[in-house]
Protein backbone atom coordinates (compact mmCIF):
# COMPACT_ATOMS: atom_id res chain seq x y z
CA UNK A 1 0.00 0.00 0.00
CA UNK A 2 1.21 3.85 -1.25
CA UNK A 3 1.70 6.12 1.69
CA UNK A 4 -0.21 9.15 1.02
CA UNK A 5 1.52 12.47 0.44
CA UNK A 6 -0.85 14.51 2.71
CA UNK A 7 -0.82 11.92 5.50
CA UNK A 8 3.23 11.71 5.47
CA UNK A 9 3.19 15.89 5.88
CA UNK A 10 0.73 15.73 8.64
CA UNK A 11 3.11 12.77 10.37
CA UNK A 12 6.24 14.77 9.30
CA UNK A 13 3.85 18.21 10.96
CA UNK A 14 4.53 16.71 14.55
CA UNK A 15 7.77 17.42 15.07
CA UNK A 16 8.02 21.20 15.89
CA UNK A 17 10.78 22.83 14.30
CA UNK A 18 12.82 26.25 14.08
CA UNK A 19 12.01 28.25 10.84
CA UNK A 20 15.16 29.67 8.85
CA UNK A 21 15.83 31.56 5.55
CA UNK A 22 18.06 29.60 3.29
CA UNK A 23 19.98 32.07 0.80
CA UNK A 24 22.79 32.27 -1.68
CA UNK A 25 24.11 34.58 -4.55
CA UNK A 26 25.65 33.87 -8.19
CA UNK A 27 26.17 36.11 -10.42
CA UNK A 28 22.42 36.65 -11.30
CA UNK A 29 22.33 38.10 -8.05
CA UNK A 30 20.38 37.12 -4.74
CA UNK A 31 17.81 34.46 -3.78
CA UNK A 32 16.06 32.86 -0.89
CA UNK A 33 13.75 30.33 0.41
CA UNK A 34 12.05 29.69 3.48
CA UNK A 35 13.78 25.99 4.76
CA UNK A 36 12.97 24.13 8.05
CA UNK A 37 14.35 21.22 6.58
CA UNK A 38 17.77 22.00 8.82
CA UNK A 39 20.22 19.77 10.74
CA UNK A 40 23.63 19.78 12.16
CA UNK A 41 25.58 16.96 10.94
CA UNK A 42 28.91 17.01 12.68
CA UNK A 43 31.11 18.80 14.93
CA UNK A 44 34.76 17.80 13.68
CA UNK A 45 34.57 18.94 11.14
CA UNK A 46 30.99 21.61 11.48
CA UNK A 47 28.97 20.11 8.87
CA UNK A 48 25.33 21.26 8.37
CA UNK A 49 23.09 19.87 5.61
CA UNK A 50 19.39 22.10 4.12
CA UNK A 51 17.13 20.23 1.68
CA UNK A 52 15.58 22.22 -1.21
CA UNK A 53 12.68 21.28 -3.55
CA UNK A 54 14.06 20.33 -7.05
CA UNK A 55 11.57 23.12 -8.47
CA UNK A 56 13.28 26.23 -6.00
CA UNK A 57 14.24 29.15 -7.94
CA UNK A 58 17.13 28.98 -5.39
CA UNK A 59 18.43 25.66 -6.26
CA UNK A 60 20.70 26.96 -9.28
CA UNK A 61 21.55 29.59 -7.09
CA UNK A 62 23.31 27.11 -4.41
CA UNK A 63 24.74 25.37 -7.12
CA UNK A 64 26.39 27.85 -9.00
CA UNK A 65 28.09 29.52 -5.86
CA UNK A 66 28.32 26.27 -4.40
CA UNK A 67 27.64 27.71 -0.74
CA UNK A 68 24.61 28.83 1.01
CA UNK A 69 23.93 30.68 4.71
CA UNK A 70 20.88 29.57 6.71
CA UNK A 71 19.59 32.77 8.51
CA UNK A 72 17.61 31.93 12.06
CA UNK A 73 14.55 33.76 12.32
CA UNK A 74 13.14 35.24 15.07
CA UNK A 75 9.44 35.73 15.72
CA UNK A 76 9.30 39.57 14.68
CA UNK A 77 10.47 37.86 10.77
CA UNK A 78 7.02 35.91 10.43
CA UNK A 79 6.28 37.89 7.38
CA UNK A 80 10.30 37.09 6.03
CA UNK A 81 9.24 33.07 6.34
CA UNK A 82 6.00 33.77 4.49
CA UNK A 83 7.73 35.62 1.82
CA UNK A 84 10.59 33.63 1.22
CA UNK A 85 7.57 30.79 1.08
CA UNK A 86 5.67 32.41 -1.50
CA UNK A 87 6.59 32.65 -4.88
CA UNK A 88 6.11 36.43 -5.85
CA UNK A 89 7.80 39.65 -7.82
CA UNK A 90 8.74 40.67 -4.14
CA UNK A 91 10.67 37.71 -3.48
CA UNK A 92 12.22 36.94 -6.82
CA UNK A 93 12.90 40.62 -7.64
CA UNK A 94 13.37 42.64 -4.21
CA UNK A 95 14.52 39.54 -1.86
CA UNK A 96 11.91 40.39 0.29
CA UNK A 97 12.65 43.68 1.10
CA UNK A 98 15.02 41.82 3.52
CA UNK A 99 18.30 43.92 4.33
CA UNK A 100 21.74 41.64 4.17
CA UNK A 101 25.49 41.35 4.88
CA UNK A 102 27.69 38.92 3.86
CA UNK A 103 29.92 37.04 6.16
CA UNK A 104 32.33 34.73 3.41
CA UNK A 105 30.78 32.82 0.81
CA UNK A 106 28.78 35.75 -0.05
CA UNK A 107 25.58 34.23 0.58
CA UNK A 108 23.00 36.97 2.65
CA UNK A 109 23.25 37.28 6.28
CA UNK A 110 20.18 38.82 7.09
CA UNK A 111 19.76 41.82 9.31
CA UNK A 112 17.99 41.16 12.51
CA UNK A 113 18.10 37.31 12.44
CA UNK A 114 18.76 35.17 15.40
CA UNK A 115 21.62 33.29 14.10
CA UNK A 116 23.31 32.80 11.08
CA UNK A 117 25.52 29.75 9.26
CA UNK A 118 27.49 30.59 6.18
CA UNK A 119 28.57 27.28 4.88
CA UNK A 120 30.50 25.83 1.66
CA UNK A 121 28.97 23.14 -0.28
CA UNK A 122 31.06 19.69 0.36
CA UNK A 123 28.31 17.13 -1.45
CA UNK A 124 25.04 17.50 -2.78
CA UNK A 125 23.16 14.36 -2.57
CA UNK A 126 19.31 13.31 -4.57
CA UNK A 127 16.77 13.11 -1.91
CA UNK A 128 13.33 12.13 -4.29
CA UNK A 129 12.16 15.52 -5.10
CA UNK A 130 14.52 17.32 -2.74
CA UNK A 131 18.44 17.95 -3.30
CA UNK A 132 20.57 17.32 0.26
CA UNK A 133 23.22 19.81 0.35
CA UNK A 134 26.12 19.13 2.79
CA UNK A 135 27.64 22.04 3.76
CA UNK A 136 30.71 22.66 5.98
CA UNK A 137 30.51 26.05 7.92
CA UNK A 138 32.97 28.58 7.57
CA UNK A 139 31.55 31.05 9.96
CA UNK A 140 28.71 31.79 12.05
CA UNK A 141 27.06 33.84 14.59
CA UNK A 142 24.57 35.25 17.29
CA UNK A 143 24.11 37.68 19.82
CA UNK A 144 26.58 39.91 18.21
CA UNK A 145 29.59 37.68 18.24
CA UNK A 146 31.00 36.06 14.91
CA UNK A 147 33.24 33.36 14.58
CA UNK A 148 34.97 32.24 11.73
CA UNK A 149 37.09 29.14 10.49
CA UNK A 150 39.55 30.51 8.91
CA UNK A 151 41.58 33.32 10.60
CA UNK A 152 42.30 35.39 7.44
CA UNK A 153 38.44 35.71 7.46
CA UNK A 154 37.87 37.39 10.58
CA UNK A 155 37.85 40.80 8.80
CA UNK A 156 35.09 40.46 7.99
CA UNK A 157 33.68 40.68 10.84
CA UNK A 158 33.65 44.43 12.03
CA UNK A 159 32.00 44.95 8.47
CA UNK A 160 29.09 41.87 9.36
CA UNK A 161 28.04 43.54 12.70
CA UNK A 162 28.75 47.34 12.19
CA UNK A 163 25.02 48.15 11.18
CA UNK A 164 23.38 51.89 11.24
CA UNK A 165 20.32 50.23 13.66
CA UNK A 166 22.70 48.18 15.67
CA UNK A 167 23.78 44.48 15.32
CA UNK A 168 23.19 42.05 12.88
CA UNK A 169 23.16 39.01 15.29
CA UNK A 170 19.79 40.29 17.65
CA UNK A 171 20.23 39.80 21.47
CA UNK A 172 17.43 37.49 23.40
CA UNK A 173 14.71 37.44 21.20
CA UNK A 174 13.04 34.51 20.82
CA UNK A 175 13.05 32.08 17.92
CA UNK A 176 10.04 31.41 15.26
CA UNK A 177 9.27 27.80 15.33
CA UNK A 178 6.66 25.69 13.49
CA UNK A 179 4.40 22.94 14.34
CA UNK A 180 1.35 21.33 12.68
CA UNK A 181 1.57 23.47 10.10
CA UNK A 182 1.35 27.05 11.76
CA UNK A 183 3.86 29.31 13.23
CA UNK A 184 3.63 28.92 17.00
CA UNK A 185 5.77 31.60 20.07
CA UNK A 186 7.41 29.91 22.16
CA UNK A 187 7.23 30.86 25.80
CA UNK A 188 9.26 31.37 28.87
CA UNK A 189 6.81 29.74 31.25
CA UNK A 190 8.75 26.20 31.22
CA UNK A 191 12.21 26.31 30.66
CA UNK A 192 14.66 23.28 32.00
CA UNK A 193 18.29 22.23 31.30
CA UNK A 194 18.60 19.11 28.66
CA UNK A 195 19.98 15.76 30.38
CA UNK A 196 23.22 16.23 28.71
CA UNK A 197 24.05 19.82 30.36
CA UNK A 198 22.48 19.11 33.65
CA UNK A 199 24.91 15.75 33.68
CA UNK A 200 28.09 17.95 32.71
CA UNK A 201 26.99 20.39 35.25
CA UNK A 202 26.97 17.64 37.91
CA UNK A 203 30.03 15.90 36.53
CA UNK A 204 31.78 18.82 36.90
CA UNK A 205 30.94 19.76 40.71
CA UNK A 206 32.31 16.28 41.42
Known sequence: MALEKDFFRQVMGRFA???TVVTAKSPKGVAGLTVNTFCSVSLNPPLILVCVDLNSQTLPYIRESGAYAVNMLTVEQEHLSRCFATPSLERYERFCGAEYTEAVTGSPIIVGVLAFVDARVVAEYAGGDHAIFLGEVVAMGTEGQVAF????????APILLAQSNGETITVDKPPLAYYRGQYRHLTNDYTKPSLAVAYNEEFERR
Do not use: K, L, P, S
Not at 149 to 156: G, K, L
Open 149 to 156: ANEQDVQH
Open 17 to 19: TGV
